[in-house]
């Protein structure tokens, strides 16, 4: 029962957290800009604006329509609660697999480009067209990192990689860092941020993710916003805890869940400031120069795993 507890726990934590990750890149942002910073609440008073308001629908708008945002929560919520944030060896280790945890990454966004498609505006169309090519690219580079990661832990399984890495120590493995660069620009285009998209603009050359979900407003809208951070979220968490696993709770004990839950907001908070640095230097790109973004992730992804097969077969 106790790890029953601390795996809920943990969930609800990805869920209470991931808005206040999303203040603290905003926050930094501001401040290597020059602007005036945001407080670190405001996405929770964001969230609770939009709660507030009245849901407005579309007179033509479907079952598809009016569902996507408590499927795409729910199936975000999912893939927080297989991810280890703060310790291993709890029960949902036993479904803490990647192939499940794309699974439910294309489950939203299938319903999500559904959904901007049902309305018929021209926005909803073009945006879900663009996600679609978007997460087209993007899911064989996550595959291929995470078939890079199981051939050197022989699993696939989140919460038995990350004790592989955290066991095996300080150990340089070429491979490791051609997937941790794939998998960082994978997050970038998943998530919707500079160059592949801009979550602050709605500008129609630029759109995508916000093209799908201008029609929404209201509670729906502010679990659609929800789920966006809590996505980011579990990108992160997955660089952190795959490639540095150091502090992450092994035994269920006071101590060890204390140290993993500093050593996660450390690294959160490192990885913030470096994607924050990424976003502040790069330009967005042109929709058209995506397919190439990808397509340097990809091929990233296949030399860590050619690099694994080559140099690391004896370790």
């Not at 924050?276 to 042109?286: L, P």
Request: charge should be positive.
């Amino acid at each position: 029962m106790i790890d029953w507890l601390i795996a809920l726990v943990q969930t609800l934590m990805f869920v209470a957290l991931a808005p206040l990750l999303s203040g603290w890149i905003r926050r930094v942002k501001c401040h290597m800009q020059n602007r005036a910073a945001p407080p670190l609440r405001q996405p929770y008073r964001d969230l609770a604006k939009l709660l507030r308001k009245h849901t407005v629908l579309a007179t033509n708008a479907s079952w598809i329509f009016r569902s996507t945002p408590y499927i795409v929560f729910g199936a975000t919520v999912l893939a927080a609660a297989i991810v280890p944030l703060v310790a291993l060896n709890l029960p949902t280790a036993a479904v803490a697999d990647v192939i499940v945890l794309v699974g439910f990454f294309a489950l939203a966004r299938f319903f999500t480009a559904l959904a901007g498609m049902d309305i018929g505006t021209a926005f909803g169309g073009m945006g879900s067209s663009r996600e679609m090519m978007i997460g087209a690219l993007a899911e064989p580079v996550l595959l291929m990192t995470v078939f890079t990661l199981a051939m050197s832990a022989s699993t696939t399984n989140l919460s038995e990689a990350v004790a592989y890495t955290l066991n095996s120590g300080l150990v340089l493995r070429p491979s490791f860092i051609f997937a941790a660069l794939g998998l960082m620009m994978v997050a970038v285009a998943e998530t919707g941020r500079v160059p592949v998209d801009n979550p602050s603009t709605h500008l129609e050359l630029t759109m995508v993710h916000e093209a799908m979900i201008l029609e929404y407003s209201g509670r729906h809208l502010a679990l659609i916003e929800w789920a966006g951070q809590l996505k980011l979220m579990i990108y992160m968490v997955l660089i952190a805890n795959i490639f540095f696993p150091w502090g992450i709770a092994i035994e269920p004990t006071v101590k060890t869940l204390t140290l993993g839950l500093a050593a996660i907001a450390g690294k959160l908070a490192l990885l913030g400031m470096v994607l924050v640095t990424w976003e502040t230097v790069m330009a967005k790109m042109r929709l058209f120069r995506v397919p190439q973004f990808l397509g340097f992730a990809f091929l990233l992804s296949l030399l860590g795993m050619l690099t694994r097969v080559i140099l690391e077969s004896g370790l």
